[in-house]
């Protein structure tokens, strides 16, 4: 009887051991993720702004403000 409880809690500490890994792989991922979509959003941010500056440049030289 104890040899059967002992592989039951045998197997429970595997199953809980994969468990936890199984999370922390998921987790991992989804930190890689939000890390990607962060720069990628940067990135579009930065091209924006900087296409917003060549727009403001483009008017100041059209009515001849930049001088």
Do not use: F, I, L, R
């Not at 199984?22 to 702004?49: R, V």
């Amino acid at each position: 009887m104890a040899d059967n409880s002992q592989k039951m809690s045998y197997h429970a500490g595997e199953a809980k051991g994969q468990a936890q890994e199984k999370a922390s792989g998921m987790m991992d991922k989804a930190n890689n993720a939000a890390q990607s979509t962060k720069e990628t959003m940067q990135d579009a941010g930065q091209n924006m702004q900087a296409k917003a500056q060549g727009a403001a440049d483009a008017v100041k030289n059209a009515t001849g403000m930049n001088k």
